[in-house]
């Protein structure tokens, strides 16, 4: 149980693309979901914290107008990159809980590899 | 200083051996604990989940929580080279509203 499923993998585009990342929780209702980012040899860093049908809390430093996030239903929530330049090359990571108060573990997707050429 | 901290390592450790990776956390009213494996070029995977004082066991892998010393440990018996990975400790605050990820502690298990 508990699988989080995210879509694409791999991205590799041009600079000034937007691209879109879908996390969708396949076997349980995501009350909440995150997103990170992670440098090669760095930590999990917190982008931001959707609940379903509410605006998304973003970390300090994170800008939400580049970092789109949108949870429109309890199983599914996306991250556009808007404009991205190669700076925002990074893997990242989206994450779901069953629950918006942190007692339940949370479940992480694959990931997608962003390189931005 | 870090709300959770991790000996960054590498922890090496001889196959068949015992290995103990160890956490502290800042928030005395944390309440939820756990333990996620991050192999390199892998999302985190969930281990173990611990909510009160004392030990967990599942399989190989035991988690302890000393909520009086504020530290969460991992033990991982008879280990192998398959359990080389980072290993993330993550903690519920007292807000209960956000799970603080620890830098994770990478571990090298030797043939």
């Known amino acids: 149980g508990a699988v989080v499923s995210q879509h694409p993998s791999w991205v590799i585009c041009k600079s000034g693309t937007s691209v879109k990342i879908e996390c969708r929780s396949l076997d349980f209702q995501a009350t909440t979901m995150f997103w990170y980012r992670q440098f090669p040899k760095q930590s999990l860093m917190l982008m931001a914290t959707s609940n379903e049908g509410s605006k998304a809390t973003y970390e300090q430093g994170v800008e939400k107008d580049k970092f789109l996030i949108n949870h429109a239903s309890l199983t599914l929530s996306t991250l556009t990159v808007t404009s991205a330049h190669p700076e925002d090359s990074s893997f990242y990571i989206c994450?779901?809980?069953?629950?918006?108060?942190?007692?339940?573990?949370?479940?992480f997707g694959d990931g997608t590899r962003l390189s931005i050429l | 200083q870090k709300e959770v901290e991790q000996n960054s390592g590498p922890l090496s450790v001889p196959e068949g051996a015992i290995a103990s990776l160890n956490c502290t956390y800042s928030d005395r009213g944390s309440q939820s604990f756990f333990w996620y494996r991050q192999y390199s070029g892998k999302s985190p995977e969930l281990i173990m989940s611990?909510?009160?004082?004392g030990d967990k066991e599942d399989g190989r892998f035991t988690a302890q929580l000393n909520k009086a010393s504020q530290y969460v440990s991992l033990l991982i018996r008879d280990s192998q080279p398959s359990d080389s990975a980072t290993y993330l400790c993550a903690v519920t605050g007292s807000s209960a509203s956000k799970i603080i990820f620890g830098s994770g502690t990478r571990l090298s298990i030797r043939p």
């Open positions: 994450s779901a809980s069953a629950s918006n108060v942190g007692n339940q573990p949370q479940h």
């Open positions: 611990i909510y009160s004082n």
